[in-house]
């Protein structure tokens, strides 16, 4: 039996192991190999998204800070600024969905925090296998509870999010979280290091032997089968060390004692102190005897790659060292000084009296090889030919199916065990388009949403691209705010296939093309690639996290219809079709390409008209068409409605069909007039009127009704009977 | 029916926040430092046929238990 | 001066402070460790959270802290405390209120607006609300367990018991009715931007003390 060599088990290629040499001057240690394999991996080092990930514009006026810190983060007026990122946590979660969902909530809470923002809200974009699966089951309801159980205990509010099963998802389920937070312009903080001399102290939970990337690798490398007990562990979250973690962060960051601020996620110690020298341009000598350990006779790699929990890393000048332990103290938190920053450019750490590691800290961070992506068109599919789709016997039947279905019906399953209200600044709650927190101790709100287009994206990615932020804006619009910065999480298969590789530069070319359409910064972002088995690959899930700025919290405007008598009006002229739609429940026929300048127009209308008060409500028609737009916000506000909708090609489709470019408000009849001198040219077609205990719509020749007890018994059910 | 108790403990190595706030706020109580407290789960059942033990570790594997961050041991009565 | 006290894992003790003043009245921070209660204190909140991450039991560590020694006092001599979601798991860990609180019978977090029914209107701190208020309830251990033909009642929850309490109660009060405890959040609903004002009435008691 041949060795195999330890770079590969690693997950370097030979190639890579081959650069290290020139860059470090010397082969490396075991210790320096295993940091290299964490740092140029996909995860830290993007080789094989960076190219592709300068489409993005970065920059706007309101862009305090882009992507390359720990979080983004752009100005929302008065000297406040808005942090924001979206991360995934797939892989940890398929191993252990509990802990892998509740740690990513930790995570993403950690880079907010890492740029003196105080976390206010928390969204999770969710994708599993159809609940028809055990195993798809076992893993949401577990994430779910993960999920709630950490940011329940931290005390941000998670205010939103997506849902979607698909069989695609069975093998690789997707974990994304979203996290937003505020700080003043002059509190935040950087990551870079700077003053040689000052000291690097770590800052919460001891080091374990957490993680599951390559230190297991090493480890099982070197352990024997007797040795189980020794091997590193799944990464358990401890969301109440968190907490204090948080509260003793920014009280620390409040008195000014942070001269950089980092923390600790994949590849642990390696990742955050090379990032931190290297961004600084400057060294550090890490003393590993230091580091506060959670059990003894940990070796030095484990040490410094070890992904334990809840810890940061921050440079502190020498004279106020007694004063950030005697404050963490306090919050019964461990602060120790690990190390000093130093001027030589170069990561040395030391163990037991020996140097264990020393090589140039921009050698992990910047000298990662970038590969091209490899690029192999595929043919757009011809649209859906109608007439090969049956119509539904019953309508009033196939629509009760579709609000039944756990990707229309309602999410107060998954919602109900978060809480989304501590804090108390949520404005709109989750079950709408997108939440609504107001900015703490302002008159000012943010929307929130994430949003993607996963089928659109696999049939024709880069209008699937542009679909994706368009929903994202829809929903942000819905609430009257204004779109005002972005961030990404490209979920993908494997990239260096060619397939692939095409749709990841055309999605996030449509991504981009539509958010400068809006004039939507990308201000930070997260890549996923390789999710795929044997069996299957994900669709291409770009998912969009976006924040809109309301300059008055109190116009939010949300889905429930208000009042009786209002007219129900669709802003907008979108197509509703049934290709990839969930009527037809599959990646079947292509989406019609969004119109990107009839979007924005709809978008801003629908801004206008909320910051005018002439919108008692607005709601985007996405996932099951108008028909369960109407329902939402019919059951929303325990009235119902009575339309027509506008003549179409076949009743099924005009009720079920998707595609963007509409919003459904209301508004009072005598708000009409004033509504349509707002938009324009944009089409604003008045479909019927709010009231009564049933939804009924009237299309071509069919007029299909719906009681709302039925209408909410299909809706509310649709999850929880998936899981029974 | 045998009676079996199962205990399932934080396995080694693996963060117990419990336990280490538990140790904490003793020590704050005044009983000063103490050392490896782990907090875990006690389960007690009555098991049918003739091999309790092995149904126990097998229901241990299947449900009772999470192998990737959990150990298990099986008392049976006897 | 209302105290409002903290303890690590506490969540909610700014939202109870914001509602002190939405009620016209002051808030202080007092910390878990602190030997007494701040100069001045009229009334004490302890706010909702999870203190100490609800190891061991919801409100058992923190119940044992420095500063409950001065609660205790405080409210022996007739002062007003108001115990929200986890600071009423703590009162009754401390025994200052009767009853226990275990976990939901839905064995889940439950986080969504209840309406309550004012039990007795006649406690320092209950007197002004109306006789149903709507309020949010979020927690994961608010099933309370005890005896309410010996305990005075305050709050039940009016159509469904979402958490599976005995006799649907939410909260409860001392005999002597300057104690409060519940598990809904109270100081959630006092701005109508968010929903509701209905909690207002228990803080302006509170602060009229």
Redesign the interface.
């Known amino acids: 039996m041949t060795e195999v060599p330890l770079h590969r088990r690693l997950g370097l290629t030979d190639h890579e192991n081959d650069l290290i040499p020139g860059l470090i001057g010397r082969a490396p240690t075991d210790a320096e190999l295993m940091m290299f394999s964490l740092m140029w991996s996909e995860h830290c080092s993007y080789k094989h998204s960076k190219p592709v990930l300068k489409r993005f514009t970065t920059t706007g006026a309101r862009v305090l800070q882009g992507p390359g810190e720990n979080a983004g983060a752009v100005d929302v007026g008065d000297g406040m600024a808005v942090a924001l990122k979206v991360e995934s946590h797939n892989h940890p979660s398929a191993v252990e969905p509990f802990e892998g969902a509740a740690t990513g909530v930790g995570g993403i809470v950690r880079d907010i925090l890492a740029v003196g923002a105080r976390p206010i809200a928390l969204l999770d974009s969710l994708r599993f296998g159809a609940l028809t699966s055990a195993r798809s089951r076992h893993l949401f309801a577990r994430a779910v509870k993960g999920i709630g159980t950490y940011g329940n205990c931290i005390g941000v509010p998670t205010v939103g999010g997506e849902l979607m099963f698909d069989d695609r998802y069975e093998d690789s389920c997707l974990v994304n979280a979203m996290c937003v937070g505020v700080v003043s312009h002059d509190g935040m903080l950087s990551a870079s290091a700077q003053t040689p001399g000052n000291a690097l102290m770590l800052i919460g939970n001891r080091t374990g032997r957490d993680g599951i990337g390559g230190a297991s690798i090493l480890a099982s490398a070197e352990l024997g089968d007797g040795d189980a007990d020794k091997r590193p562990s799944v990464q358990v979250g401890d969301p109440f060390t968190e907490r204090k973690l948080l509260d003793c962060c920014l009280e620390l960051a409040a008195a000014d004692l942070f001269v950089a601020f980092q923390d600790l996620g994949a590849a642990g110690l390696t990742s955050a102190a090379s990032e931190m020298a290297a961004k600084g341009g400057r060294g550090l000598d890490i003393d590993l005897d230091a580091v506060p350990l959670r059990e003894e006779g940990m070796p030095a790699a484990e040490i410094l790659v070890s992904e334990s929990q809840e810890r940061m890393l921050a440079e502190v000048l020498p004279a106020d060292v007694a004063r950030v332990v005697e404050i963490c103290t306090r919050w019964q938190l461990d602060a120790t000084v690990i190390g000093t920053i130093t001027d030589t450019g170069h990561f040395v750490a030391r163990h037991h009296g020996d140097v264990v590691v020393d090589i140039p800290a921009s050698a992990l961070t910047d000298d990662a090889p970038v590969y091209g992506v490899a690029s192999e068109p595929q043919p757009i599919p011809a649209p859906l030919d109608l007439a090969s789709v049956a119509p539904p016997a019953d309508l009033a039947a196939a629509w009760r199916g579709l609000l039944a279905n756990p990707n229309v019906g309602s999410a107060r399953w998954v919602y109900e065990q978060y809480d989304h209200l501590v804090g108390a600044n949520t404005i709109v709650r989750p079950g709408g388009d997108a939440a609504v927190v107001r900015l703490p101790g302002r008159d000012t709100a943010i929307a929130i949403t994430t949003d993607c287009q996963p089928r659109h994206c696999e049939l024709d990615p880069r209008n699937g691209g542009r679909a994706t932020v368009l929903e994202a804006a829809r929903n942000i619009a819905c609430t009257g705010a204004r779109p005002i910065a972005a961030s990404d999480c490209l979920n993908f298969a494997n990239p260096e296939k060619g397939p692939t590789g095409w749709r990841l530069t055309e999605a996030v070319e449509g991504l981009a093309e539509a958010l400068e359409a809006l004039t939507v910064p990308v201000v930070s972002g997260n890549v996923s690639l390789y999710n795929e088995s044997p069996a299957r690959a994900i669709y291409p899930t770009p998912v969009v996290g976006m924040v809109g700025l309301l300059d008055h919290a109190e116009r939010a405007v949300g889905i429930s219809f208000q009042n009786d008598a209002d007219l129900v009006v669709l802003v907008g002229d979108g197509p509703a079709r049934l290709d990839a739609s969930e009527f037809l429940g599959r990646a079947e026929g292509c989406p019609p390409p969004p119109d990107l300048d009839a979007e924005v127009a709809v978008i801003d209308v629908v801004i206008r008209a909320a910051e005018a008060g002439l919108l008692a409500s607005a709601h985007d028609v996405s996932t099951g068409g108008i028909a369960t737009a109407l329902t939402e916000s019919a059951l929303a506000g325990g009235r119902g409605c009575r339309v027509t909708l506008p003549p179409g090609r076949r009743a099924d489709e005009d009720m079920f069909g998707e595609g963007g470019g509409r919003i459904v408000v209301t508004c009072r009849p005598s708000a009409l007039p004033a509504l349509m001198e707002l938009a324009g040219l944009v089409p604003v077609t008045p479909l019927g009127t709010v009231g009564g205990a049933e939804v009924g719509i009237t299309a071509g020749a069919h007029t299909v009704t719906l009681s709302l007890d039925d209408a909410r018994d299909a809706h509310e059910s649709a999850i929880p009977r998936a899981l029974a | 029916m045998t009676r079996v108790i199962v205990t399932v403990m934080p396995r080694a190595g693996v963060l117990d926040p419990q336990g280490q706030a538990v140790a904490i706020s003793l020590d704050r109580l005044g009983f000063g430092h103490v050392d490896n407290l782990r907090i875990g789960k006690r389960i007690e059942l009555d098991v049918p046929g003739d091999d309790p033990e092995g149904q126990a570790r097998r229901m241990c594997e299947a449900l009772l238990a999470n192998p990737l961050i959990e150990d298990y041991s099986i008392e049976v009565a006897s | 001066m209302i105290a409002v006290v903290r303890f690590?894992?506490s969540?909610?003790h700014?939202?109870a402070a914001?509602a002190v003043h939405a009620a016209g009245g002051t808030a202080t921070f007092a910390w878990q460790?602190d030997a007494e209660l701040p100069a001045g204190t009229t009334g004490v909140i302890l706010p909702?959270?999870?203190s100490?991450?609800?190891?061991?039991r919801p409100g058992a560590?923190a119940s044992?802290a420095p500063i409950m020694g001065a609660v205790r006092r405080f409210a022996e001599a007739g002062g007003r405390v108001l115990g929200i979601c986890n600071g009423f798991q703590v009162l009754c860990e401390a025994g200052l209120l009767p009853g226990v609180l275990r976990t939901n019978t839905t064995l889940?977090?439950?986080?969504?607006q209840v309406h309550l029914d004012v039990a007795d209107g006649d406690t320092a701190l209950t007197r002004g609300l109306a006789p149903t208020i709507s309020v949010?309830v979020?927690n994961?251990d608010g099933n309370w367990l005890g005896d309410p033909a010996t305990t005075r009642v305050v709050f039940r929850y009016h159509g469904e018991n979402p958490l599976g309490s005995t006799d649907a109660v939410a909260g409860v009060a001392n005999a002597r009715g300057n104690v409060v405890g519940l598990m809904p959040?109270p100081?959630?609903a006092v701005?109508a931007?968010?929903g509701s004002t209905d909690g207002l009435p228990l803080f302006r008691a509170l602060v009229a003390a």
């Open positions: 690590p894992g969540l909610d700014d939202s914001k460790d909702g959270g999870f100490y991450g609800d190891h061991l560590i044992r889940s977090f439950v986080c969504r949010p979020k994961q959040h100081e959630e701005d931007l968010l």
